[in-house]
């Protein structure tokens, strides 16, 4: 990373971001006007599904076939020409290298024949960062905010002292709380990814049916492989008894297993503002759109008197708009890329 010097738009003067990401499996582009998002295009990688879980080689594939017509569609939603845009932002990491590397070198030639600026963007940064889209969600938290950060490929609490200062109170130690949702459905059979769908069927189902044990994790870490396990074996002994054990009982059997994931959460969230002192709870990544944890965030409000933050639907799973607040706020610090970056499938949070 490295600033060059970039003449500061007019007063007045709007700063348009296009930006691009490609970490996983959707390939997405937005622009921003400012902070506002003037277009999010998303393409969702079907082809997954049937594998059930993402396929690297075959996510970078279809990004390589999906960039082109995705950043076309989201230059003509939001109406302009690339020729106003500022600079380009994209996903540096962390990631699949397969897939980063597709939205990392198609930026770079982006930035490179329209003579803009490039910004790299942290993926997990963005998640948090997307609170500051205007409009939309429940408004911005005031620093310092605690973030818990629950997607498919992580699970975090980070204590966000300032846009580009997060420090990770905790973490998981193995599977992702997005994981735990799907190999919980796929133990089921349910379809890829599953985690929707063991929402939408807890719903209906009695939460208290039959309790998982949570595990014991010091500190502010998680864990959910033994998890994972304990209803392997939970529902190899009841099929054993009841062929038709699952389809007898699957409202009661999701809600259950939602009600224990909420909890394992919720007990760390609760943890993490009582030993920061800290309030304002937001949350971020796909499995942000699960009922049980909006719930118990909404209880948490009423019981402990915190503010919460959920960032709108289409905020919360993987999508360019989130890298594009990023691009914007480091646009206006001077924090640009160069030429020679690369990208990272690890990369730590606290980095500028
Ligand atoms: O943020 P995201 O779109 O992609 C990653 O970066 O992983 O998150 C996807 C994850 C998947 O594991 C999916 O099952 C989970 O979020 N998810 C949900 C719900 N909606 C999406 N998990 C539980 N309940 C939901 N309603
Ligand atoms: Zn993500």
Same mark, same amino acid.
């Given at each position: ?67 082109? /017509?995705?950043?076309?569609?989201? =230059? &003509?939603?939001?109406?302009?020409? #690339?020729?106003?845009?500022? *600079?380009?932002? !994209? ?99 349910? /379809?890829?990814?599953?985690?929707? =769908? &063991?929402?939408?069927?807890?719903? #209906?189902?009695?939460?208290? *049916?039959?309790? !998982? ?140």
């Amino acid at each position: 990373m490295h600033s060059i010097f970039i003449p500061k738009p007019l007063k007045n003067q709007s700063i348009y971001i296009l930006a691009i990401e490609s970490s996983c499996d959707d390939t997405s582009a937005a622009v921003l006007q400012d902070k506002k998002v003037l277009s999010n295009v998303v393409a969702t990688q079907k082809i997954h599904e049937e594998y059930g879980g993402v396929v690297p080689e075959l996510a970078s594939r279809a990004h390589q076939q999906n960039i082109v /017509p995705v950043v076309h569609q989201a =230059l &003509v939603k939001a109406n302009i020409d #690339k020729k106003v845009v500022s *600079a380009i932002a !994209f996903t540096r990491g962390p990631g699949l290298m397969g897939s980063l590397l597709v939205g990392t070198s198609f930026a770079k030639s982006l930035a490179l024949g329209l003579g803009v600026p490039l910004i790299e963007v942290n993926h997990m940064q963005a998640h948090i960062l997307a609170h500051f889209i205007e409009g939309q969600g429940d408004g911005n938290p005031d620093f310092p905010f605690l973030a818990m950060t629950i997607s498919g490929g992580h699970t975090q609490i980070v204590l966000v002292k300032d846009y580009f200062d997060m420090e990770i109170l905790g973490e998981t130690l193995d599977d992702a709380v997005g994981e735990a949702f799907d190999k919980s459905a796929k133990i089921l059979g349910l /379809p890829y990814p599953g985690g929707p =769908l &063991v929402d939408s069927h807890a719903q #209906k189902g009695n939460a208290d *049916a039959y309790p !998982f044990p949570k595990p014991k994790v010091d500190g502010l870490n998680f864990s959910f492989s033994g998890l994972k396990t304990s209803i392997l074996y939970f529902i190899q002994r009841e099929t054993a008894k009841n062929p038709d054990f699952i389809a007898d009982n699957l409202e009661d059997i999701c809600a259950s297993i939602q009600k224990t994931i909420v909890g394992i959460l919720m007990d760390k969230l609760k943890k993490a503002s009582k030993q920061t002192g800290i309030t304002r709870i937001a949350i971020g990544g796909g499995v942000s759109a699960n009922s049980g944890i909006r719930m118990a965030l909404k209880e948490a409000e009423k019981k402990l008197g915190w503010t919460t933050y959920v960032p709108q639907f289409e905020y919360c799973t993987d999508n360019a708009a989130m890298i594009g607040i990023v691009g914007y706020l480091k646009y206006k610090e001077g924090l640009f890329a160069d030429q020679g970056v690369t990208a990272k499938a690890r990369y730590a949070i606290s980095n500028r």
